[in-house]
């Protein structure tokens, strides 16, 4: 598949000396050394000098790959995970093939110093091109709960593929690092339901469950609420905390008891009045502490969440800004103020809020994915298309898959005079997998597949993608408009009309405002 991609872009670049370097490699590791050599014949008439050259012409045949992914393998089992990369690089450079070697590759790097964001970045892209393998997204979630700060994810990934052996595996084990987190507890009770026969596992709660309660808990009572809390029963652990709130209104324990149980129930607002009242009256520990702070944080981000929903964009601006007040790294701010900026249509100041995103979080898929769109919407080309080539490695391989990234750089290049450029783009675009033709795919991802078949001239099959989403959809009125281009382009200006007069009255007169 990748030697099939490197001859699209030779046959309209045939003196593109990445596209030769990188089909002689691939020529080489599948063991066609014949094609191969003719291939690195090609190059050195253009570029003698080129390094690739010699590096290729060293390189193992299949069967040394073989031999090469074995020793990598053993490397990284050792916990050499920097040595397993040098040799996963030699074979695959930045961008591995889909499958085993994938995921090989992905978690090794994670192991290395500075790969866990990039090998994050990259099974994100795996799952996103593979949406019907759950190998990839598996992967994903079992990755997700190396990092306390992530765990909560990969956990709910996790859960939802019940009947993966390895998935299951991998939750256990991250329900067990989380056993002592009062908020993991109903998780890992859940786990038991389905699994009653790993007596280990509920061993371990129980100890963790003791532990804890015998740090906070001092009397039998404040035993048995906790123990309900930890079991899940949210309504008795509410009527436990209360009797002895009402008993004793100055019991911080009990109060910090209901904070962690507002905070399971989401309510952030509660949680906040509890967990102040615990350490008002003398429970001031680091976990009250950090939850206090984490439902101050939350709870912000939902009042802004949904403001934004509701399209109060000042309201939602002012509570995302609350928000990185509490945590100025948070992804998950950033990412929400930028997006505020994108639907207010304030790209240059969403452009510098992604870029802080980049400053947190250097492997940010989301982060330089949003400020290279946000330039080309400002219409800031230069802009764009330098931070298109200041991309990590892994990014720009996962960017490289990305349709609404593709389609914007080829109509950049296109502004910009440069065919060749817009070309290559435009075939990169064109091989992008396209599953069932696009039947499982999401309307905006639709409409983004949709435009790149407009700009190579596939009236046909963007029409059909268009009128997908205009029957899941009527009120899309972006969808309304390709479909009534992609007709009039085939020539078919009566059913162009027609798709005029079967748009909804209300989306039409609104749509009337709209020069395009």
């Known amino acids: 598949?990748?030697?099939?991609?490197?001859?699209?872009?030779?046959?309209?670049?045939?003196?593109?000396?990445?596209?030769?370097?990188?089909?002689?490699?691939?020529?080489?590791?599948?063991?066609?050394?014949?094609?191969?050599?003719?291939?690195?014949?090609?190059?050195?008439?253009?570029?003698?000098?080129?390094?690739?050259?010699?590096?290729?012409?060293?390189?193992?045949?299949?069967?040394?790959?073989?031999?090469?992914?074995?020793?990598?393998?053993?490397?990284?089992?050792?916990?050499?995970?920097?040595?397993?990369?040098?040799?996963?690089?030699?074979?695959?450079?930045?961008?591995?093939?889909?499958?085993?070697?994938?995921?090989?590759?992905?978690?090794?790097?994670?192991?290395?110093?500075?790969?866990?964001?990039?090998?994050?970045?990259?099974?994100?892209?795996?799952?996103?091109?593979?949406?019907?393998?759950?190998?990839?997204?598996?992967?994903?979630?079992?990755?997700?709960?190396?990092?306390?700060?992530?765990r909560a994810e990969g956990i709910?990934?996790?859960?939802?593929?019940?009947?993966?052996?390895?998935?299951?595996?991998?939750?256990?084990?991250?329900?067990?690092?989380?056993?002592?987190?009062?908020?993991?507890?109903?998780?890992?009770?859940?786990?038991?339901?389905?699994?009653?026969?790993?007596?280990?596992?509920?061993?371990?709660?129980?100890?963790?469950?003791k532990k804890m309660n015998s740090g906070v808990a001092r009397t039998a009572a404040e035993s048995a609420a906790f123990a309900a809390l930890n079991a899940g029963h949210f309504d008795e652990a509410s009527q436990l905390f209360a009797a002895l709130l009402a008993k004793d209104p100055a019991n911080s324990r009990a109060a910090a008891g209901m904070g962690f149980l507002r905070m399971r129930q989401q309510d952030f607002a509660s949680a906040i009045t509890f967990f102040t009242q615990a350490e008002q009256n003398g429970y001031k520990t680091k976990a009250v502490a950090d939850a206090l702070a984490n439902s101050r944080f939350w709870l912000t981000m939902n009042q802004a969440t949904d403001a934004l929903s509701q399209h109060h964009f000042d309201i939602a601006d002012q509570k995302f800004r609350a928000a990185l007040a509490i945590d100025p790294r948070s992804v998950e701010a950033l990412n929400g103020l930028a997006s505020l900026y994108i639907r207010e249509k304030q790209y240059a100041t969403a452009a510098s809020v992604y870029q802080i995103l980049i400053n947190v979080q250097p492997a940010s898929f989301d982060g330089w994915r949003g400020l290279f769109l946000a330039n080309a919407r400002a219409d800031q080309y230069d802009q764009a298309l330098a931070t298109a080539a200041r991309l990590p490695p892994t990014v720009r391989a996962a960017l490289n898959k990305d349709p609404e990234f593709l389609h914007t750089l080829v109509a950049i290049y296109q502004a910009q005079g440069r065919t060749a450029d817009a070309e290559r783009a435009l075939t990169?675009?064109?091989?992008?997998?396209?599953?069932?033709?696009?039947?499982?795919?999401?309307?905006?991802?639709?409409?983004?597949?949709?435009?790149?078949?407009?700009?190579?001239?596939?009236?046909?099959?963007?029409?059909?993608?268009?009128?997908?989403?205009?029957?899941?959809?009527?009120?899309?009125?972006?969808?309304?408009?390709?479909?009534?281009?992609?007709?009039?382009?085939l020539g078919q200006d009566t059913e162009a009309i027609n798709d005029v007069q079967r748009i909804p009255a209300a989306i039409y007169e609104s749509a009337l405002g709209d020069s395009g």
């Open 1 to 150: 598949m990748a030697a099939q991609l490197w001859q699209q872009i030779l046959l309209s670049d045939p003196q593109n000396t990445e596209a030769l370097a990188g089909l002689a490699k691939d020529y080489k590791l599948i063991g066609s050394n014949a094609l191969a050599n003719q291939t690195l014949d090609r190059l050195r008439a253009i570029k003698p000098n080129d390094p690739d050259i010699a590096r290729i012409e060293s390189m193992p045949g299949s069967t040394g790959e073989g031999e090469l992914l074995n020793q990598a393998g053993e490397l990284a089992r050792q916990g050499r995970n920097d040595d397993a990369m040098r040799i996963y690089r030699q074979l695959y450079g930045d961008q591995p093939p889909n499958g085993e070697i994938a995921l090989a590759y992905y978690q090794t790097l994670y192991g290395t110093a500075g790969g866990k964001q990039p090998a994050l970045a990259g099974l994100r892209a795996l799952v996103d091109r593979n949406p019907g393998d759950p190998r990839y997204v598996v992967a994903l979630g079992t990755v997700l709960t190396y990092d306390p700060h992530s």
């Open 156 to 209: 709910r990934i996790l859960q939802a593929h019940p009947t993966d052996s390895g998935a299951q595996q991998a939750l256990r084990q991250a329900l067990i690092w989380d056993s002592a987190n009062p908020a993991s507890a109903a998780e890992l009770r859940e786990y038991l339901k389905s699994h009653p026969g790993d007596t280990e596992l509920a061993a371990a709660l129980v100890a963790d469950q």
């Open 428 to 489: 990169l675009a064109l091989a992008l997998p396209f599953p069932g033709n696009g039947g499982a795919l999401k309307d905006d991802t639709k409409l983004q597949y949709a435009g790149i078949l407009m700009e190579a001239r596939r009236f046909p099959q963007a029409a059909a993608l268009y009128a997908q989403v205009v029957a899941a959809d009527p009120a899309n009125i972006s969808a309304w408009m390709g479909l009534v281009s992609a007709h009039h382009e």
